[in-house]
């Protein structure tokens, strides 16, 4: 029996550089298994365009005149039934949209000096369901919390349905481990941390790490400088 190959990764780039959409466009196209959906040069009507080009991921330009990055995310994932994922387009590390954009629901963020690698890999990391939260991206975090007044350092209510190795394994995810520095660290399998983070994700009710990661912050559980 002959096997349907699996569908094309489809993505729509949104940017209001013609050099860096034009880019993109033409490295993402030349990818086995990535398909260019269509293209943007900033967020108003975003809606109407994700419904026309039907993407699994957005790559979003976080400075837009008119409608920007994070109005545009919030649009796209305010829509009825599935929404792609999204990757937030960033020229500095330390934008101030970050935390904001994370909080939206944004799968994560790319720089735009990012190497061709990275794009590609960001784009199939984020369609495979997972965050894309680079280290810079985490130091941000971190720094932003840095700023902020510190909540009580006991583990808040929203994370009392957790149990302790669960906690344990949300520690090192917002410390920016991936999932096999967590298994080495805690001596147990990959697919055993997989489990726990799907399993935290369920009773949390996020949608993905990176806002995992947040609400680490938020409760206590973790704080800048840990």
Known sequence: MTVAPARPTRVLIV????????????LLGAQEGIEVAG?????V????????????????DIRMPRVDGLEAT?????????VPRIIMLTTFDADEYVFAALRAGASGFLLKDSTPEELVRAVRVVANGEALLTPRVTRTLIADYASRPHPSPRVAPTLS??????????????RGLANREVAAELVMAEQTVKTHVSRMLAKLQLRDRTQLVIAAYESGLVRAGD
Do not use: K, N
């Open 74 to 82: 919030r649009a796209v994932l305010a829509m009825p039934g599935e």
């Open 15 to 26: 940017d209001d550089q013609s050099m860096i959409l034009g880019g993109f466009a033409a």
């Open 45 to 60: 009507g975003i809606t109407e365009v994700v419904r026309r080009t039907r993407p699994d991921v957005v790559l979003m």
């Open 39 to 43: 293209t943007a040069s900033d967020g």
């Open 161 to 174: 349905g957790l149990t302790d190795r669960e906690l344990d394994v949300l520690r090192l995810v917002a």
